[in-house]
């Protein structure tokens, strides 16, 4: 049976369904900044848009439910000298928002209660920032929070440093040192390890409160930039970055001390813009969006390795994307992602990745817990080396409109049978009674074997077998050992039969044939053997033949010799075991011809092979004659001589192959 076999997964016929455009952020001036940064940023309630403003930096907070044909002028978060690189949002506070700008600070924001796009003043009143970060010597490219404690953040600069700060307290606590400028950052999934990317080519594994980097392996060998992320709770990191050819290119790391990827570098393709990097610890996929263009691909992570499920293809292409928490996506339309790309920085789209389903029931097998609002510690205790995941919540709830409950750490989605074998489910689930004391006491003990009475001395000796008996218990004992398959009719087996080939055991004698041998004491065995030569030796009589023969007039011989007489003390043991004697010498015997026909076929298969061997000599001579006209044939011979000396040996040639 040849045909395709396609992998099982879930996310198989994930697809990407894009906004129309009256439901799209539109009306916005996208930051036109050169520096690599993803421009957008995006939690259940708001977005944060790097904004082109010109006297100082600035950037806009979004309304997610605010859709349609922005206002001109919108209430904008000023109060950085110059232009903002990036920003974020707070995992555990969705009013909490943290700025990096050239002006190498770092601005903590504040988004007010009510926050609208929409007023009635004629100029809209800016946001100021409640808090002011500033340690660093240049500008500030990347923001990053702790994804497992409470008011710690990470900032990358330009003076080559990353920054562990305590927001609480203002101030950096710790500082990791590079060698040239850092591309991209990612947390792991408990808040305790940092991976990076530099220009200087290395992917370093950091632990933050050691302030030193415990793994170090060469990255991507091309000039461009690339990118890194931590794949949630696993000890994974993905990187995207470019080959020394300009091809981008996929690669999956261990951090326990692999140098190289696993599997080596993946290519992907070759576009010039830089791939971003998503991962969705829930479904364990992974999302590639390319600068400059408008095609998602995403990836399942399963056998340590990335298998491609599909890719989102638009004609609008997208230099900035961020994705939605899990706790904020749709679970009614079973929306697994959702993304927000800006198009030509005039507006941002909202594209919902999808997983197929009919039913309108809560779909537990796609909706694993997810990361709730209550961190797994507090920045004091992170500090002092404190390492937890934080809390999950279930999505049912949201489902129910209910307040999200914990759940625990080992909580499993409970699977459903099949429906043809719930029944058989629950009966091997139901456990059988066990035996109870009174039933193990009602257990009659075995008893012991009784003695056989003592004969009567007057008892007759019953005369020996015949030679009809003889052979029925020979046939007897030889059907014990017959194969059971020959009893069975061809309709039986036409039932019976699989799709499997099992292979033909090996030929035993059935009961028949014993009774057949013994009956026909003048001729040998028939054997089937091939027809070279081996017709004339059927005839001949075998030595298991002779030696069947004088068993069978041993055994006619004996009623005429010795009469029936009463004895003292009889026993009719010594004649069965002379019958069991008289059946295994029959049964060793019978294999003499199955050894010397099986020790001929053998030379028969030994003479095959050297047939076939001069063949194919007289095929490569021919073959190499062939060959050796084709080249040496030239203008002496005409044409017609050629093709008629080459069609004659190529006729040879197909009939030693035939």
């Given at each position: ?12 016929h ?34 944060s ?55 190498a ?43 497992a ?11 080559y440093?990353i ?20 591309q ?32 170090e ?19 994974r990191?993905?990187?995207?970055g ?7 290119q ?15 570098f ?108 209550k ?15 934080p ?19 080992d ?6 049978p ?105 001729h ?6 091939p027809?070279h ?8 009589e ?92 030239g ?21 030693s192959?035939?």
């Amino acid at each position: 049976m040849s045909g395709r076999f396609v992998r099982a997964s879930k996310y198989r016929h994930v697809f990407g369904r894009p906004t129309k455009k009256e439901q799209c952020y539109d009306n916005l001036r996208i930051s036109h900044n050169a520096w690599d940064t993803n421009l957008v940023k995006a939690n259940p309630k708001y977005l944060s848009v790097n904004w082109e403003s010109g006297g100082g930096g600035a950037f806009a907070v979004l309304p997610l439910e605010e859709r349609g044909r922005l206002p001109e002028l919108i209430p904008l978060f000023r109060g950085h000298t110059a232009a903002v690189l990036d920003t974020d949002w707070h995992p555990f506070d969705d009013s909490l928002v943290v700025s990096g700008s050239d002006d190498a600070k770092a601005f903590l924001w504040k988004v007010p209660e009510d926050f609208t796009l929409y007023t009635d003043a004629e100029e809209p009143q800016d946001v100021a920032p409640i808090a002011k970060l500033s340690g660093h010597t240049r500008k500030i490219g990347h923001t990053l929070f702790n994804p497992a404690a409470a008011n710690v953040l990470a900032t990358a600069s330009g003076d080559y440093t990353i920054k562990i700060w305590d927001i609480e307290a203002e101030k950096p606590n710790l500082t990791l040192k590079h060698g040239d400028i850092i591309q991209s950052l990612s947390w792991s999934g408990n808040g305790s390890m940092l991976v990076t990317t530099c220009r200087d080519k290395k992917v370093r594994i950091w632990d933050p409160r050691q302030e030193r980097a415990v793994q170090e392996m060469a990255g991507h060998p091309g000039a461009k930039n690339s990118r890194v992320v931590w794949m949630g709770e696993h000890d994974r990191v993905a990187t995207t970055g470019f080959s020394k050819m300009s091809d981008r290119q996929l690669g999956l790391w261990d951090i326990r001390g692999g140098k190289e990827p696993l599997g080596g570098f993946k290519k992907l393709d070759s576009i010039s813009g830089v791939c971003m990097p998503f991962w969705d610890d829930g479904t364990q996929c992974l999302y590639l969006a390319g600068k400059g263009d408008g095609n998602i691909r995403y990836f399942e992570y399963e056998n340590d390795k990335f298998e491609f499920l599909a890719e989102y293809k638009s004609t609008d292409p997208q230099r900035g994307i961020a994705f939605l928490p899990k706790r904020g996506v749709n679970v009614h339309e079973n929306e697994v992602m959702r993304a927000y790309k800006t198009v030509n920085d005039t507006y941002i789209e909202p594209v919902s990745f999808i997983v197929p389903r009919r039913a309108e029931v809560f779909q537990a097998d796609i909706f694993p817990p997810a990361v709730g609002l209550k961190p797994a510690m507090s920045a004091k205790e992170w500090f002092d080396g404190k390492e937890a995941s934080p809390p999950k919540i279930s999505l049912e709830d949201i489902y129910n409109n209910q307040e999200p409950s914990e759940v625990p750490a080992d909580f499993q989605p409970p699977k459903q049978p099949p429906k043809e074998n719930a029944a058989l489910s629950q009966k091997s689930a139901t456990p059988s009674p066990a035996p109870t004391a009174k039933a193990t006491a009602a257990a009659p003990a075995p008893e012991p074997a009784k003695e056989a009475a003592p004969v009567n001395q007057a008892t007759t000796v019953k005369p020996p077998p015949s030679v009809n008996d003889t052979k029925s218990a020979m046939a007897d004992a030889a059907a014990k050992f017959a194969d059971k398959a020959e009893e069975s009719s061809s309709e039986d087996d036409d039932d019976n039969s699989s799709f499997e080939e099992i292979p033909k055991p090996t030929e035993r004698f059935s009961a028949a044939a014993v009774a057949s041998r013994m009956e026909e004491k003048t001729h040998g065995p028939q054997l089937s053997l091939p027809p070279h030569g081996l017709a004339a030796k059927q005839e001949r009589e075998t030595p298991a033949a002779k030696e069947i023969k004088q068993l069978a007039a041993t055994s006619s011989a004996k009623p005429e010799e010795k009469k029936p007489t009463p004895i003292s003390s009889p026993s009719p043991q010594p004649q069965q075991q002379t019958s069991k004697n008289v059946i295994t010498s029959s049964l060793t015997t019978d294999m003499g011809p199955i050894q010397d026909s099986l020790h001929e076929i053998k030379q028969l298969l030994s003479q095959q092979t050297r047939t076939l061997a001069v063949q194919n000599d007289k095929i490569a001579q021919l073959t190499a004659e062939v060959d050796t006209l084709k080249t040496r044939v030239g203008e002496a011979r005409s044409s017609r001589d050629k093709d008629e000396r080459i069609r004659q040996l190529e006729l040879e040639l197909e009939q030693s192959r035939s």
